[in-house]
């Protein structure tokens, strides 16, 4: 059931009226069994893998619990005769036997998803290197079908279960609580991926109905929809001409749809995320922040603290920091001060780290070279930002450059997207090797003219849909400016005039029924996201 | 106090650490940071600090960073 389909929109209205018609402290039970029932919809097949991860993670969390509970007790009791070597002891003794109840559980469930996902891409290049090696064996490649949103809920899911681990938070005894909490609907589909501390109270409480956060939600939703269907879905007719036949095409065209599927990207993944928000406003739930309008970003690090934000914080929390402060890049750290010296070997257990997380994000996004290379291509520029840091500010300040001023920033923005948008020509291209060749055309292919000469007309769009993309862009753009300046839009308008918030209302849904992209061959279901 | 202020200060010259006190909500520390400060803590004050300690609540001031590392002192 796709977000921006009637069959959605019914689904909603149905669901919120049944939320609030619901005595107050059954709200939850009634938002579960939404949930299930729009999972429902997707395949009652997959219903198996989501009972696994909540299953798994509800035992786990319960053991965890009651292991806390008894080591405080016993810990408190014991306390008085223990020195600090001795308390130091118990904690890794403890620490030890959480971990057991820890690791298989993370293994259960990333398991099921790296089987899901990459077992085809693992046995295919498998087989590819028996082959070079002429042996005589090939391994069985089994593609399956992945379950909606299994990347997004097992990535929650787990984030409280680490959170559990380390005491951040006490465990759900409900399992049906924790069920709510892995498979909320508006989240599900495409994140973001929420913390347990941030929703469990939303959503076990029974929210009161608040006009404003409902008026709110709408709101957000039509914008969603408006970047999904009048923006992305346009956006995205131009890229897949292009990429289809990227060969025909010469370099500016290849920019050009760069720079077009980095809108699309956006227009496509922030829409859904609005309207997952929005959805989630008229049940009263807050979600987290996904986005902080990225292509407003001044440097690669800065555009992935806007770019999907909840699974940054995620891989920063839960890999990062472990790896970062583990025993191993400690000693890392030291060895690399005596080899290469203060600057370098302070550097090296943040560096790496980095890198393995870009790695992590790269194959997160899907089971191809393209996307290890996507990984590895975000963790060069962002090692070599920090190396050479300090370098390019002594360069900068030689220069004379006057960084506090408009031009400045404006040209760091414009360096930050270049970069951004020959990664995101990575993902896009059906293979590694291609998009290096639409690199490659971007330089030596480059002939401005064709674009004053009708050659924008020939990449699947006419006049009439180009007018529209370059206007709705705009607005975009001038909505994203306005936010950067600290102006809440939607609370702004609440403060106009009656008669203004309705023309800005009305020509919201017009300009959706107007310029959506609709039509036959046209399939709503597709957000690009929800095949991560 | 005075020690921890100079490890601040030599990791990032640029913030008035005396002064902010939403040193992570701000943004004003990023992750980088925050793990090249926890290497100098462990170093200077000969203290464990693991994953677990890295929540903004402990390193949103230098307040906050001070009385982390003594409760990990007396742990």
């Known amino acids: 059931m796709a977000f921006t389909s009637m069959q959605f929109v019914m689904f909603l209205v149905l669901a919120v009226a049944l939320y609030y018609i619901t005595p107050k402290r059954y709200r939850w039970v009634t938002l579960l069994v939404v949930n299930y029932v729009f999972y429902y919809f997707t395949g009652i097949k997959y219903f198996i893998y989501l009972f696994a991860t909540t299953i798994s993670t509800y035992i786990a969390t319960i053991k965890l619990g009651n292991m806390i509970e008894q080591n405080k007790v016993a810990f408190q009791a014991a306390k008085a005769e223990l020195d600090r070597d001795a308390k130091k002891a118990w904690k890794a003794n403890f620490t030890k036997r959480k971990r057991r109840v820890l690791i298989p559980t993370l293994l259960f469930n990333f398991g099921i998803l790296a089987v899901l996902k990459y077992s085809a891409f693992v046995s295919e290049n498998l087989n590819l290197l ?85 008026k709110f939600g709408v709101q957000l939703m039509l914008w969603g929809a408006f970047k999904k269907l009048v923006i992305a879905d346009r956006a995205g007719v131009l890229v897949d001409t292009v990429f289809a036949s990227y060969d025909t095409y010469g370099g500016t065209y290849i920019a050009v749809a760069a720079l077009v599927y980095c809108i699309q990207l956006y227009g496509d993944f922030s829409g859904g995320i609005d309207i997952a928000t929005g959805a989630a406003q008229l049940f009263g739930i807050d979600l987290e922040k996904n986005f902080e309008r990225p292509y407003l970003a001044t440097s690669i690090p800065d555009f992935w603290r806007r770019w999907h934000i909840t699974l940054g914080a995620w891989f920063r929390d839960y890999v990062f920091y472990p790896l970062s ?138 006049v009439q849909d180009l007018c529209v993309l370059v206007f709705a862009c705009l607005v975009l753009l001038c909505v994203s400016i306005l936010q950067e300046c600290g102006i809440q839009v939607r609370e702004t308008l609440a403060k106009q005039n009656l008669y203004f918030r309705w023309v800005i209302y009305l020509s919201a849904v017009f300009s959706l029924i107007l310029f959506g992209v609709y039509g036959l061959n046209y399939n709503a279901a597709d957000f690009i996201y929800r095949g991560f | 106090m005075e020690t921890l202020l100079k490890i601040l200060a030599e990791i990032r010259p640029d913030v008035d650490f005396e002064e902010n006190k939403e040193l992570v909500d701000s943004g004003e520390l990023d992750s980088f940071d925050i793990v090249t400060l926890v290497g100098e803590l462990c170093e200077e004050y000969d203290i464990e600090i693991g994953a677990d300690d890295i929540v903004p609540e402990n390193f949103n001031s230098a307040e906050a960073i001070m009385a982390l590392v003594t409760r990990l002192q007396e742990d």
Request: charged share 15%; aromatic share 16%.
């Open chain 1, 130 to 214: 028996l082959e070079k090696l002429s042996a005589p064996i090939e391994l069985p490649v089994f593609h399956f079908l992945l379950p909606l949103g299994i990347s997004f809920y097992t990535f929650q899911t787990m984030g409280y279960l680490i959170d559990v681990y380390r005491e951040k938070v006490t465990p759900e005894r409900n399992i049906g609580r924790l069920a709510l909490f892995i498979s909320f609907f508006p989240t599900i589909v495409q994140g973001p991926i929420g913390r347990f501390s941030a929703l469990s109270t939303q959503l076990f409480v029974g929210n009161d109905f608040s006009y404003q956060k409902a």
């Open chain 1, 325 to 462: 402060l583990s025993k191993f890049f400690t000693k890392v750290g030291k060895k690399g001060r005596q080899v290469f010296g203060n600057y370098i070997g302070k550097l090296l257990p943040v560096l790496i780290p980095q890198f393995i997380i870009f790695f992590l994000i790269g194959i997160w996004h899907g089971a191809e070279w393209k996307y290890i290379a996507f990984g590895f291509y975000n963790g060069t520029l962002i090692v070599l930002g920090i190396l050479f840091e300090q370098p390019l500010q002594n360069l900068v300040q030689k220069l004379k450059i006057n960084t506090a001023c408009f031009s400045w920033h404006l040209f760091q923005i414009l360096r930050t997207l270049v970069l951004v948008t020959l990664g995101k020509i990575i993902t896009r291209a059906p293979s590694f090797g291609v998009s290096v060749a639409m690199m490659h055309s971007m330089v030596v292919q480059w002939d401005t003219d064709v674009l004053f000469h009708g050659g924008l007309l020939q990449l699947g769009l006419d």
